[in-house]
């Protein structure tokens, strides 16, 4: 009988395998505008303005999500999705000071009343799923080297709990190090089930593990999970394949960022390596794909992803409904906007002047520049 390693094995080597270009199976209009409700799959979403994830660093030490946290994202409830900061799946995965974490059951319980106060003013809610890889710490793993697909340094500081430090140079893992991975995203995804949430994003962007895998530029491996485009995507695949089976898979998200150079990143075929991925993952039936990138790449994307997919790219009120309407995208993601401004659908609704963001309070702790933005006719 085959091992079920064997079975994986086989059944991600079909899913990279089998391209599509099939029309996008979920309800959508024709030309629709920010402010048109969509099913994203069977989740009714009000609108399609998505909070795009942002760290800000107030769950402390503790790592924990706490009231603050749950005002800040309830006051951000009339998106049509919000998809929380980055969250760690494992102490070993985590990396930044004061961002959450999802691997207690401490955790859950922090986490349910954000979702709790995100629900009950009508609100839909993601956790985002993150492993930092080679951008953590010894800091922050008890002196413990970070873990990353090669034996590469990312060039670079971080801000440690002891200070800004250089970037370490990480250990490359090993088989188990990596079975071990997958296991902790879906005990993760299946924590963040528990804590109410709507569904999960896996974080395979911006410079952290799993884009670590899939870019060339830092996965130098010579075994299964390096080398072709095939293999590099191989760990992503089996992590999602792993939180589908704890997840129904119709609320997975995948978020991807073909060129962005954050965290010393870069691929040297960006637009072969991931209309590669977006075909490998269109095949599982995900809640959507999230690209950071230019519509030069996405684009390239979206006729190789059977499903609904979400930009994020410093778009305004006018190029995110510009984008909508020439049919580049199904929701658009909007980040520091949301940061300054709660009811930023309101206020692009309305034409609105937006407040802009004190940088100075990005990832500091407290209320200040964090729920004291004020709404409008204030």
Sequence with gaps: MPTRRALTGCFIGALLSIASSKANAFESTRHPGLFDSMLLRKLRLANRILMAPMTRGRAGVQRTANPLMAEYYAQRATAGLIVTEA?????????????????????????????????????????????????????????????????????????????????????????RDIANAVHEYAQAAARAWKAGFDGVEIHAANGYLIDQFIRDG?????????????????????????VARVVPVDRIGVRLSPTNPYNDMLDSNPAATYTQAARALSRFGLAYLHVVESVRIASDMRLHFDGPLILNGGYDA??????????????????????ANPDLVARIRKGAALNQPDTSTFYTDGPKGYTDYMPLGS
Excluded at 219 to 239: A, C, I, K, M
């Design 318 to 339: 006018a190029t995110g409904a510009a984008a909508l309407r020439a049919g580049e995208a199904d929701m658009i993601a909007y980040g520091r906007h949301f940061l």
């Design 218 to 242: 830092s996965n130098h491996r010579t075994d299964e999970y390096g080398g072709s485009v095939q293999n590099r995507l191989r760990f992503l695949l089996e992590v999602t394949e792993a």
């Design 87 to 175: 969250t760690a799946i494992s102490p070993q995965g985590y990396g930044w000071v004061g961002s959450p974490a999802i691997y207690t059951e401490a955790h859950v319980a922090g986490w349910k009343g954000v979702t709790d106060a995100v629900h009950r003013l009508g609100g839909r809610i993601f956790l985002q799923l993150w492993h930092t890889g080679r951008v953590s710490h010894p800091d922050f793993q008890g002196g413990e080297t970070p873990i990353a697909p090669s034996a590469i340094a990312a060039a670079g500081k971080t801000h440690a709990p002891s200070g800004v430090k250089p970037y370490v140079m990480p250990r490359a893992m090993t088989q």
